[in-house]
């Protein structure tokens, strides 16, 4: 079956811009992550979902972060007024929930803020 | 909190020669899973093996094993035969054992060139 999709697969935008990523999981996994690899910060957890819903939320690193996931299946993270330290490939990953433990990632995209 | 290290910020190899890969972590949980991915230019995150901390024995897929040294927090991946497409970068994550959230905590990675 097909595996773990983000889109786009890169994103340029202007500082002070809104993007969104938008990442669809491996059906039926009913775990979603949310990582961000940055140089110099290696990868960081940002948001976990449970189903439609994310009981923690401590890994964004502002409020200018956002992520919501609808239908139990894709999942977008919104990031507001951009910033350039916001530059870095966001990792989607999915997990079955039902007794497995392995994460599955996405591609990825490559976020640059100019 | 638990926290994951890699040592050897970069390696280098002969092709079809052996090459070994440290990790060590920390935590005061005693139900966990430790892991390798790589990562090769293409971005794509990709399980390479892992393990549980409850069982003795070191898992091995094909090429790749580990030494899982519980005791000593140490979980170092070896890969035999390497060949050029294991250039790559590769990540030691820890998870630990929960029906809820379970995010993988990285370390910094080890950049491996296998060199014909």
């Known amino acids: 079956g097909a595996g773990v999709s983000q889109s786009p697969s890169n994103k340029v935008t202007e500082k002070g811009k809104d993007v969104e990523l938008r990442c669809d999981p491996i059906s039926g996994h009913t775990a979603l992550y949310w990582y961000r690899q940055s140089l110099g910060q290696g990868l960081e957890f940002l948001i976990y979902?449970?189903?439609?819903?994310?009981?923690?939320k401590s890994g964004l690193p502002s409020d200018r972060f956002s992520a919501e996931r609808t239908g139990g299946s894709v999942s977008t993270l919104t990031i507001q007024r951009t910033q350039q330290e916001d530059s870095a490939v966001y990792l989607c990953a999915s997990r079955s929930g039902t007794g497995a433990y392995e994460q599955y990632f996405g591609p990825g995209t490559r976020l640059t803020v100019t | 909190a638990q926290t994951v290290t890699q040592s050897q910020p970069e390696m280098s190899v002969q092709e079809a020669e052996t090459v070994t890969l440290s990790c060590t972590y920390d935590t005061s949980e005693n139900n966990y899973y430790l892991f390798w991915y790589k990562q090769p230019p293409s971005r794509q995150m990709i399980l390479v093996i892992r393990q549980e901390a409850y069982k003795q024995q070191n898992a091995t897929e094909n090429r790749f094993s580990v030494n899982f040294q519980k005791a000593a927090k140490s979980f170092s991946l070896k890969i035999s035969d390497s060949q050029l497409g294991d250039t790559a970068m590769y990540f030691c994550?820890?998870?630990?054992?929960?029906?809820?959230?379970?995010?993988?905590?990285f370390g910094k990675g080890t950049r491996l060139s296998v060199i014909a």
């Open positions: 994550a820890f998870m630990k054992h929960s029906s809820g959230n379970t995010p993988l905590v």
């Open positions: 979902f449970q189903g439609n819903s994310a009981p923690d």
